[in-house]
Each structure stands twice: as structure tokens, then as C-alpha cells.
């Protein structure tokens, strides 16, 4: 049982660390991100709740004036549970759909093939399990400032016989043409995640 749990919960909070909130103060879709990521899921009144720190690196890249293709790795260890230590993996690719519909504002569509792995242990003991599922996912982008970007986006997980959904809010700000850094905070599911993330154009 704790071992589906995990299952259901841990893919959103991996998913956000490969989030491709890919617009920069010159609405670019190409860079390169390392992300940070906070996040802790509640299980249940039989196990309640897990704490997990997570690092990604993530990456788009234009193919066209209007699409991108991305690419994501991102890992989560999470402390340790009844005894057990919890460490996910996930790699994405996918495409991105992108379209200005006002002033300095951008609607996202993409879609994600997901690799996902799980592993638990308890010193002696290894139990892992893959998987292969898919990310569909849209938000919007807007410049409120030259140095200021705000957006929000919802992703749909669908991987190990289950489905998962994730609202993100966020912030960007630029330090200057190629360099920003950016904060969020993701719902959904019973779980919550705070994300940092640096971001450097290509």
C-alpha cells in the first residue's frame, strides 16, 4: 500500500521540476534550467505526510517560430518513512505549442512522453518499479514588466495506471537578456511544492 501510494503522489512533484514555463522577457523559447524543488505529500491517515527535496535540469528549444521541443531529467529523494528511504526519477520529452493572444501575453500547449522510475529500501531490501506515461499540459505567460514575468499553467500526469493533476503559480524576474530566476508554487493532488529554479538563454 505505501508503495502505491508514493506512486500516485511523487510523479507531480517530479513533473514540476521539468515545468516548461518557457518564456523570457523577449518571449524566447529557448534555454537551459536547473531547478530546486520543496515539496511534501500527504498519504493519508495511514502514513501522513512525506517531505522531499528534488534537483532538475530542463531545457526548449525552437524548431519554428511557433513550436519547441523540450526535455527535462529531474530526481527527488524523500525522507525516510517507516523505515524506508524514497528516491524518484522522471525523464521527459515533448513538444510546445506557442501563440501570442494579447500584448506581451502567450497561451502554452505541450505534450510530454514520461519515464518514471521509484525505488524503495530499507538497508536490505530494494523494491523499484518503471514506468512509461504521458504529460499533457497549458498555461499562460505574461510580461507584466521588461524584468517581470507572470504566469500560471495546469499539467495533467497520466503514468502507472493513474492520473495526476498540478496548478503552478509563478514569478520570473531578469537580471538581464539571458539570465532570470524564477519562483513557484504548485497545488494539486495533496501535493504541495515550492520550486526555485535559474534560467539561462540560448
Known sequence: MLKISIQRYFLAAVVLIASSNAI??????????????????????????????????????????????TASYGAISYDRLLGVDIDTTALTFGVMAHSSIAERTDIIGGFSLLMGDIELSNGFTTISDDDTGNIISFGFRHMATDVVEFGVSFSRVDIFDDTSNTFEFGARFYTNEKLSFGIAYATGDDVDSLLLNLRIGI
Request: no cysteine.
Open 24 to 69: 523570457s522577457r523577449e518571449i524566447s523559447y529557448d534555454y537551459i534550467q536547473g531547478s530546486y524543488l520543496s515539496t511534501t505529500a500527504d498519504l493519508g491517515s495511514a502514513f501522513g505526510d512525506v517531505d522531499g527535496d528534488g534537483v532538475g535540469i530542463s531545457g526548449s528549444f525552437s524548431v519554428s517560430p511557433k513550436i519547441a521541443l
